[in-house]
C-alpha cells in the first residue's frame, strides 16, 4: 500500500510570503500529481511531474520532483489570498496493464491572510 | 474547455436502497475513474475501468458495487444496497491514452450520496 504524507497539514502566513509543502512517501511513484480542491468541490490538476529531478513552474507556483521519485514539494512565491485553499498530492503507479488509482494524500490547508 | 460532468450534485437515498451515480467524461478519454472522499478525509480511488471493463479496484470496490459504460458517453457507479458508511462524495474522473497524459486525471464536481 503506497502512502503520500503531506506537510504540514495546516499552514497560515501573511500575503506576500513565501511557503512551501511537502509531499513524502517510502514508495516510489511513476508520477506525482498536485490538486487544488476547494469546499464542496472536486480537486482541480495544476501539474504533474513524472521524471526524477523535474521542475515545472506555474506562475508564482514551483513544483519539484525528487530524485528518487517519492517525494514532492511545491513553493509559492509572494503567496497571494486567491492562493487560499486545499493542496492535495497525489501518487499514479503505472503497472502497465492499465493505470493504477491516484493514491492521494491528506492535503494541506493553506490561508493566505490580507 | 473540456469537462468532467456529473449528475446529480446530490443523492439521498435510505439505507438498502440502489443508487446510480452518473458522469460524462472528457469526450477524447480513453480511461475513467470513480473515487469516494468521506467528509474529512482523503480522496479514496474505488475503480479504474478502460477498453469496456474494469483496469483495477480497490479493497473499498466489493460486490455492492459495479460500473458500466452503457453508452459512448455515460460512465456510471451503481451501489445495490446503500450502507449508512456509503455517506460520501463521489468524483469520476478521465484521462487521456499516452505516456505522461495517462497520469493526468480530469475531476469531476462530484455527487455527494447522503444515505439515512
Known amino acids: 500500500t503506497q502512502l503520500l504524507e503531506q506537510s504540514p497539514q495546516f499552514l497560515s502566513i501573511q500575503e506576500g510570503e513565501n511557503l512551501t509543502v511537502y509531499c513524502n512517501s517510502s514508495s516510489v511513484f511513476s508520477s506525482l500529481q498536485w490538486y487544488r480542491q476547494e469546499p464542496g468541490e472536486g480537486p482541480v490538476l495544476l501539474v504533474t511531474v513524472v521524471t526524477g529531478g523535474e521542475v515545472k513552474k506555474l506562475k508564482r507556483l514551483t513544483f519539484q520532483f525528487g530524485d528518487a521519485r517519492k517525494d514532492s514539494s511545491l513553493h509559492i512565491t509572494a503567496a497571494q489570498p486567491g492562493d487560499t485553499g486545499l493542496y492535495l498530492c497525489a501518487g499514479a503507479l503505472y503497472s502497465g496493464g492499465g493505470a493504477d488509482g491516484l493514491t492521494f494524500g491528506k492535503g494541506t490547508h493553506l490561508i493566505i491572510q490580507p | 474547455e473540456p469537462e468532467v460532468t456529473q449528475t446529480p450534485s446530490h443523492q439521498v437515498t435510505q439505507m438498502g436502497q440502489e443508487v446510480i451515480l452518473r458522469c460524462v467524461p472528457i469526450s477524447n478519454h480513453l480511461y475513467f475513474y470513480w473515487y469516494r472522499q468521506i467528509l474529512g478525509q482523503k480522496v479514496e480511488f474505488l475503480v479504474s475501468f478502460y477498453n469496456n471493463e474494469i483496469s483495477e479496484k480497490s479493497e473499498i470496490f466489493d460486490d455492492q458495487f459495479s460500473v458500466e459504460r452503457p453508452d459512448g458517453s455515460n460512465f456510471t457507479l451503481k451501489i445495490r444496497s446503500t450502507k449508512l458508511e456509503d455517506s460520501a462524495m463521489y468524483f469520476c474522473?478521465?484521462?487521456?491514452?499516452?505516456?505522461?497524459?495517462?497520469?493526468?486525471?480530469?475531476f469531476g464536481p462530484g455527487t455527494r450520496l447522503t444515505v439515512t
Open positions: 474522473a478521465s484521462s487521456e491514452e499516452g505516456a505522461r497524459l495517462l497520469f493526468e486525471q480530469y
